[in-house]
């Protein structure tokens, strides 16, 4: 849906209209073209990546309370929306056994594989 401020060729209109016409402002110029949409949505990196957040997910929900707890207050100190997506930007990069390692958590207990 479009937001529009003004009359729609103005500088101030963006978004779609009837996913026909899409209004966007790039570099500080109006632009008006058609909606661009992704080829293929099954390319093997797409659902290898798929997959790996399917798993971090998983492992997230796996995590008792304490553990939330502590990705919770990861998060406010390194100004995430919330502990789910501290977790998952750690888990995703390799890094949690890293995290737990360091003794932030008061050892490896969930840093083991």
Do not use: H
Not at 21 to 35: H, I, K, S
Not at 55 to 61: C, D, F, T, V
């Amino acid at each position: 849906m479009a937001r529009v401020l003004a009359p729609f060729l103005s500088l101030s209109a963006s978004g779609t209209v009837a996913r026909t016409l899409c209004a966007r402002t790039v570099a500080g110029r109006a632009t008006m073209n058609t909606p661009r949409r992704p080829r293929d949505r099954r390319t093997p990196a797409q659902l290898a990546a798929r997959s790996r957040l399917r798993a971090a997910s998983a492992a997230y929900a796996a995590l008792d309370e304490s553990a939330k707890q502590f990705w919770a207050i990861e998060a406010i100190r390194n100004n995430f929306v919330s502990g789910r997506n501290c977790y998952l930007r750690a888990y995703l990069l390799g890094a949690i056994v890293s995290v737990y390692s360091q003794g932030a958590y008061g050892g490896g207990r969930y840093g083991k594989t």
